[in-house]
Antibody
Framework: QVQLVESGGGLVKPGGSLRLSCAAS????????MSWIRQAPGKGLEWVSY????????HYADSVKGRFTISRDNTKNSLYLQMNSLRAEDTAVYYC???????????????WGQGTLVTVSS | QSALTQPPSASGSPGQSVTISCTGT?????????VSWYQQHPGKAPKLVIY???KRPSGLPDRFSGSKSGNTASLTVSGLQADDEAVYYC??????????FGGGTKLTVL
């Protein structure tokens, strides 16, 4: 069965950087678009970014554009999120999720990881 | 992109039905049949329960159903069970390679 396992979260100071990873198994990873979605403590879900199977198509929410970079390594079945210039409002649980859609258009997320907590605080 | 609008709470007794609404705009819910719903129990990851407005993932009971009218989508949970108590989020493709979520509705089984 599909399994997504995030790692790399932790405590970081404002302005700092962190790199999240998501290890995928049980699927032909290169065939799927993948996404990062976050959830601030006690709040709702917020889509962050997604990337095509080949890595050639990438999109970001305005709230992270220019600060976050999504990438993937299909040889390692892994998805990444490099987060720079972190702010207090980036504090959240970050989930990786598999996308189902058509072409470059994400329609829904059918598998989610358990999430990794990022806390931005001095 | 603005978040979709959901009521903060909903409730029903075991065996009853409850409907949760999700209101967007003509640029997202009203334009695309790509509304999905997710169930999230405390401390757990979200789980897909409805996709493309009305479709259920394999293995999900038919007590969960979805619909859409204009800019508003709805999730109906019939025959409420204790385990249905959770927060439910709607989501929609919003064009321009953007996805938006609702703020979530906490469903309480009385």
């Amino acid at each position: 069965q599909v399994q997504l396992v995030e790692s790399g979260g932790g405590l970081v100071k404002p302005g700092g950087s962190l790199r999240l990873s998501c290890a995928a198994s049980g699927l032909t990873f290169r065939d799927y678009y993948m996404s990062w979605i976050r959830q601030a403590p006690g709040k709702g879900l917020e889509w962050v970014s997604y990337i095509s199977g080949s890595g050639s198509s990438i999109h970001y929410a305005d709230s992270v554009k220019g600060r976050f970079t999504i990438s993937r390594d299909n040889t390692k079945n892994s998805l990444y999120l490099q987060m720079n210039s972190l702010r207090a409002e980036d504090t959240a649980v970050y989930y990786c999720a598999r996308i189902r859609g058509s072409g470059d258009y994400p329609y829904f997320f059918d598998y989610w990881g358990q999430g990794t907590l990022v806390t931005v605080s001095s | 992109q603005s978040a979709l609008t959901q009521p903060p709470s909903a409730s029903g007794s075991p065996g009853q039905s409850v409907t949760i609404s999700c209101t967007g705009t003509s640029s997202d819910v009203g334009r695309y049949n790509f509304v999905s719903w997710y169930q999230q129990h405390p401390g757990k990851a979200p789980k897909l329960v409805i996709y493309e407005v009305t479709k259920r993932p394999s293995g999900l009971p038919d007590r969960f159903s979805g619909s859409k009218s204009g800019n508003t989508a709805s999730l109906t949970v019939s025959g409420l069970q204790a385990d249905d108590e959770a927060v439910y989020y709607c989501s929609s493709y919003a064009g321009s390679n953007i996805v938006v979520f609702g703020g979530g509705t906490k469903l309480t089984v009385l």
